[in-house]
């Protein structure tokens, strides 16, 4: 896990920008504190911090590899972990390559010399890397399929940079001539979604090579995206009597997953909050582990504090449980520095938790292990089942399904059905936008006057739900959280809380062959017997405590409502609003109004008031250079 900054010229002049590529390193030390290394050619410039798991005295990056008729022919960054490393190192000796490093990069270069772009396929893992190719002059970056790892770019007239953190290129804006402005579209997107979705950024003119995607350029060139990663979910249907056979092998391939999951040369340790994902992983971890140590966060407030039910967890499966508990204050306190390690704003509460929580881990192990995706991959969101409730509506003629909807709009808000007749009214691609949105279209103009209905979130929707319209409807809202919210919040805010405090994370449920698996099972066996996630719960039994398997989905609760209209929070909101140079972009005065009639009691606007008072903090530390976010340089031992 590092961080990865490469320039490639336009003009062959790569050694003018070497002094800002070198500079900007220092933007991201935290995802590498370790190592750090530059190298440059006439057209490119490599950049790399590191952050040292696997062969930890050798494998230094930027890394040079080539054929024996030219040894030096490419120059690799890369970022991530490729469980499968061994396996390919073992194929391409036996084709006849030889490898310089033990480590897991290595494959990837030697990769792309014997299979081409196709070497993506190839990799197990998580991964955001570029190679240099200097015979044929071309450059070439990917990203692992479910957007694990973080790649943003930009391209002048002086050349394209790539980086794993999107300061980097900020801090190199002046060398390549780059223009800052903001992207409204990106704004509206954010406000509306709760996070910036891929590819776009907030600054009009730095994007992000999407998940599952590789991209090839030459000296001068635009960037060229292609998509290697398109789920198509295969629905295998499963006799009766069969079931158990599939819950073995989703078994067999998560305990698979988790066993290459745990290659390092460093303690590999788990986050557990008590749900049946975590559990699980730290169970099958503990298999490899005796000593396995988990990790878990909560709040001194009660019913927010999963703390309990975790250690019970812990306890079941026998590993050593380290808690840590976070007061408002402290919450307040890091919400600056967080908006700074996540380069984009997201608003989601749980960032603070967990960051706090890898800020514990890091005392004690260099890699945690975490039950992301799963929910994505199995089915275990609530809302996936209301495609069953909504079922009768399918049959009834559109005109009279619209008639339904503008009955609801009339019903007294709070009467029982009025939203069932909404959501029922409307088709899925209306209806159903991933796990985020808190405002309707009324209320984002309230808060940002100039808001575009055509920019809201079906603007975002459309193209991902054009690529399911085979699929059957469990399916399509799992496919359309791959591409929306989990890679816009759940992964993001994964990386970066995580690596802030130079701790790789892994995530096992996100891994290919799990996932080869996990396409395959049927709705009926998703969403069953009055609950989610079914075929994996099943699966599970052999794995996971009883009490744990039909415990409700846990995470980690925020008592962010209270906050905001209690003494803990509601004077820093109206100070954060009062303070923040956004007029131009927010209607502050309806902000404020929002504020109080959220500590009135009037409304519920927590999530509302939370998405803008994340975009106000970043804006005051990336755009007015007001917010002092307070990064402290932080020093580890590279063998933990």
């Given at each position: 896990m590092c961080g990865l900054c490469t320039l490639l010229s336009a003009d062959r002049n790569a050694a003018e920008h070497l002094e800002a590529l070198e500079q900007s390193l220092q933007c991201m030390r935290h995802r590498g504190p370790d190592a750090a290394g530059t190298w440059h050619d006439e057209d490119a410039a490599f950049g790399f911090n590191r952050l040292s798991i696997i062969d930890l005295e050798h494998s230094d990056q930027p890394l040079r590899w080539g054929p024996e008729d030219n040894p030096e022919r490419y120059a690799l960054t890369f970022n991530g972990e490729i469980y499968n490393y061994v396996e390919l190192r073992e194929e391409l000796s036996a084709a006849g390559y030889s490898f310089n490093t033990e480590g897991d990069g290595e494959p990837i270069v030697v990769g792309y010399h014997h299979w081409g772009k196709d070497v993506v396929e190839h990799l197990r893992g998580m991964f955001g890397f570029v190679i240099w190719d200097t015979e044929t002059r071309t450059m070439f970056a990917g990203r692992d399929q479910f957007g694990i790892k973080p790649l943003y770019y930009a391209t002048t007239d002086k050349g394209t940079v790539f980086a794993s953190e999107m300061k980097c290129i900020l801090d190199m804006a002046e060398s390549i001539g780059l223009d800052l402005s903001l992207d409204k579209r990106a704004i509206e997107h954010y406000v509306d979604l709760q996070y910036v979705p891929e590819p776009e950024s907030l600054h009009a003119n730095i994007r992000r090579v999407e998940s599952g995607c590789t991209v090839s350029l030459r000296p001068g060139e635009e960037v060229v995206a292609e998509r290697y990663f398109k789920p198509r979910f295969p629905i295998q249907p499963i006799k009766q009597g069969e079931e158990q056979q599939l819950f073995d092998k989703i078994a067999r391939a998560l305990e698979d997953s988790v066993e290459k999951h745990m290659r390092a040369d460093v303690t590999v340790g788990s986050f557990l909050s008590g749900g049946i994902d975590s559990t699980a992983i730290a169970a099958l971890a503990k298999r490899h582990n005796p000593d396995l140590l988990t990790f878990t966060t909560g709040f001194e407030r009660e019913g927010y504090s999963e703390v309990d039910v975790a250690a019970e967890s812990a306890a079941a499966i026998g590993v050593e449980h380290i808690v840590k508990i976070v007061s408002p204050e402290e919450y307040a306190d890091a919400v600056p520095k967080i908006m700074w390690y996540l380069d984009n704003p997201v608003a989601d509460p749980s960032l603070v938790p967990l960051y706090f929580v890898a800020q514990e881990a890091r005392k004690h192990v260099k890699v945690v292990l975490s039950g992301e995706g799963a929910d994505e991959l199995f089915g275990g969101y609530t809302i996936y089942k209301e495609p069953l409730s909504l079922a009768p509506f399918e049959k009834i003629p559109s005109p009279l399904r619209q008639g339904l909807g503008k009955l609801s709009q009339v019903l007294p808000d709070g009467m029982k059905g009025k939203s069932l007749l909404?959501?029922?009214?409307?088709?899925?691609?209306?209806?159903?936008?991933?796990?985020?949105?808190?405002?309707?279209?009324?209320?984002?103009?309230?808060?940002?006057?100039?808001?575009?209905?055509?920019?809201?979130?079906?603007?975002?929707?459309?193209?991902?739900?054009?690529?399911?319209?085979?699929?059957?409807?469990?399916?399509?809202?799992?496919?359309?959280?791959?591409?929306?919210?989990?890679?816009?919040?759940?992964?993001?805010?994964?990386?970066?809380?995580?690596?802030?405090?130079?701790?790789?994370?892994?995530?096992?449920?996100?891994?290919?062959?799990?996932?080869?698996?996990?396409?395959?099972?049927?709705?009926?066996?998703?969403?069953?017997?009055?609950?989610?996630?079914?075929?994996?719960?099943?699966?599970?039994?052999?794995?996971?405590?009883?009490?744990?398997?039909?415990?409700?989905?846990?995470?980690?609760?925020?008592?962010?409502?209270?906050?905001?209209?209690?003494?803990?929070?509601?004077?820093?909101?109206?100070?954060?609003?009062?303070?923040?140079?956004?007029?131009?972009?927010?209607?502050?005065?309806?902000?404020?109004?929002?504020?109080?009639?959220?500590?009135?009691?009037?409304?519920?606007?927590?999530?509302?008031?939370?998405?803008v008072l994340s975009f106000m903090i970043w804006h005051g530390i990336f755009v007015e250079k007001r917010i002092d976010p307070q990064i402290e340089q932080r020093d580890y031992p590279v063998k933990l």
């Open positions: 909404n959501r029922g009214s409307m088709t899925m691609e209306e209806r159903y936008y991933g796990n985020a949105r808190s405002f309707n279209f009324e209320q984002l103009q309230r808060v940002l006057p100039w808001a575009k209905p055509e920019w809201d979130h079906r603007e975002v929707t459309a193209p991902i739900y054009a690529q399911s319209e085979d699929f059957d409807p469990v399916a399509r809202m799992q496919h359309l959280d791959l591409f929306t919210w989990m890679r816009g919040d759940i992964l993001v805010k994964a990386d970066k809380m995580n690596m802030a405090n130079s701790l790789e994370l892994r995530v096992p449920f996100l891994d290919k062959e799990v996932f080869k698996v996990a396409e395959t099972i049927p709705h009926e066996l998703k969403i069953s017997h009055g609950t989610t996630k079914y075929a994996l719960r099943k699966a599970m039994e052999q794995i996971v405590p009883p009490h744990v398997l039909h415990r409700k989905k846990l995470g980690f609760p925020v008592p962010m409502r209270h906050w905001l209209a209690g003494d803990e929070l509601y004077g820093w909101a109206q100070d954060q609003i009062t303070e923040s140079q956004t007029e131009d972009i927010f209607n502050k005065k309806e902000m404020l109004e929002m504020l109080k009639e959220h500590r009135d009691g009037i409304s519920d606007h927590s999530r509302r008031l939370w998405t």
